[in-house]
């Protein structure tokens, strides 16, 4: 059986590029749930000044 330090060690390049993939995706989702809300302020306003 393979010991899963040594896999880890060869293979670090592999767990770097997923936790950036994670990363990224969890900022992209940030930055929209940020756009929504901005817009939907925005959409609130026009529809009091309506």
């Known amino acids: 059986m393979i010991s899963f330090r ?3 060690i060869q293979n670090w390049w592999v767990v770097a590029f997923v936790v950036m993939a994670v990363a990224l995706y969890a900022q992209a989702i940030h930055k929209k749930n940020r ?8 959409v609130e306003e026009l529809r009091l000044a309506k």
């Open 35 to 42: 756009l929504e809300q901005k817009l939907q302020g925005k």
């Open 6 to 8: 040594p896999l880890f």
